[in-house]
């Protein structure tokens, strides 16, 4: 049984940082791409960064330049550290992980998905 499980999330002022982390386990990690997405009240989800099987990461623009996602293997653990957070960063992440090794954008590409960590940037 595949389980991805986040962890990470809380309630951060405006300009603090957080590390983000997805636990994986019943899949082979070090094949898969790994996603994290993020949907905030009212909005539809939206892609924050991705990182192949590889190590190559991918960023959104809305949070290119302030946040760094790397892979541990040994671990089966990806994380995600945001910096420079804004009231905007206010969401849910979620990560997920595909069986193609990419760093894909498109949420349809991943078929695994955690239940999210909170995330609540504060002004």
């Known amino acids: 049984q595949v389980q991805l499980v986040e962890s990470g999330g809380g309630l951060v002022q405006a300009g603090g940082s957080l590390r983000l982390s997805c636990a994986a386990s019943?899949?082979?990690?070090?094949?898969?791409?790994i996603g994290w997405f993020r949907q905030a009240p009212g909005k539809e989800r939206e892609f924050v960064s991705a990182?192949?099987?590889?190590?190559?990461?991918d960023y959104a623009a809305s949070v290119k330049g302030r946040s760094t996602m790397s892979r541990d293997n040994a671990k089966n653990t990806v994380y995600l550290e945001m910096n420079s957070l804004e009231p905007e960063d206010t969401a849910v992440y979620s990560c997920?992980?595909?069986?193609?090794?990419?760093?894909?954008?498109?949420?349809?590409?991943?078929?695994?998905w955690g239940q999210g960590t909170q995330v609540t940037v504060s002004s």
């Open positions: 990182i192949s099987s590889n190590g190559f990461a």
């Open positions: 997920a992980a595909n069986v193609w090794g990419r760093a894909d954008v498109w949420a349809g590409a991943y078929k695994f």
């Open positions: 019943g899949l082979i990690f070090s094949w898969c791409g």
